[in-house]
């Protein structure tokens, strides 16, 4: 099956940009999304890219996409303290099934 | 977005009782739903895929007589834990596939968050 794989961890200062990592194994993913969870809420999905893109900005995010290396990124530009919470990258690669990332922890420090 | 609901947002049962778990989408219909179960500090692990008018298609290790999946309409998915044991504690979220975000996109329920005591 797919692996799906992101660092548990990352603390950034309110105001810098904070870069979150993701690597799969699949390269048949078609929509590659990603989602923001607060504690104890669900989801909201934040932006998705197509496969055939490399890039897609929509206002701070910025998401890249490098299909070589099986890498994709989300950017958030001037990070505040309300962007703390847990994101994960997510792969489909067929219809509508879903495989998600093990999630990282985004720590904004005021 | 599209707007997906569940209820309850939390329940406390005691071991051996059922719960039913209610997934809605509002303002879109959902010909297929997807039940994801999420333990603390872990990601959500796929535990089945309702369609509706059919079976479910559950995933390799979930009991499908323990977690009874009933899409008997374009809007509403129901997850029934039967005779849960305090191992079934766990953050339950629903998905509905559609809306405006294209076929591909996946609108996620807020949770229910089930205490088995």
């Known amino acids: 099956g797919e692996d799906v794989e992101q660092s548990l961890f990352l603390s950034v200062r309110e105001g810098d940009s904070s870069v979150i990592n993701c690597t799969y194994t699949?390269?048949?993913?078609?929509?590659l999304y990603w989602y923001k969870q607060e504690p104890g809420a669900g989801l909201q999905l934040l932006t998705y890219i197509f496969s055939n893109m490399d890039m897609k900005q929509d206002q701070r995010l910025t998401v890249l996409l490098n299909k070589k290396d099986k890498h994709l990124s989300l950017r958030i530009a001037d990070t505040q303290t309300g962007d703390s919470a847990i994101y994960f990258c997510a792969l489909s690669g067929g219809y509508q099934k879903v495989t998600f990332g093990t999630g990282t922890k985004l720590q904004v420090i005021p | 977005g599209a707007v997906v609901s569940q209820h309850p947002s939390r329940v406390i049962c005691k071991s051996g009782t059922s719960v039913k778990i209610e997934c809605r989408s509002l303002d879109f219909q959902a010909t297929t739903m997807f039940w994801y179960r999420q333990f603390p500090k872990q990601s959500l692990m796929l535990m089945a895929t309702?369609?509706?008018?059919?079976?479910?298609?559950?995933e390799q290790g979930v009991e499908k007589d323990k977690f009874l999946i009933n899409h008997a309409s374009l809007t509403l998915s129901t997850l029934t834990v039967t005779s849960a044991h305090p191992e079934d504690s766990s953050f339950y979220i629903c998905?509905?596939?559609?809306?405006?975000?294209?076929?591909?996109?996946?609108?996620f329920g807020p949770g229910t968050r089930l205490l088995v005591l």
């Open positions: 309702s369609n509706e008018g059919s079976k479910a298609t559950y």
């Open positions: 998905s509905a596939g559609g809306g405006q975000g294209g076929g591909e996109t996946q609108y």
């Open positions: 699949d390269s048949s993913s078609t929509y």
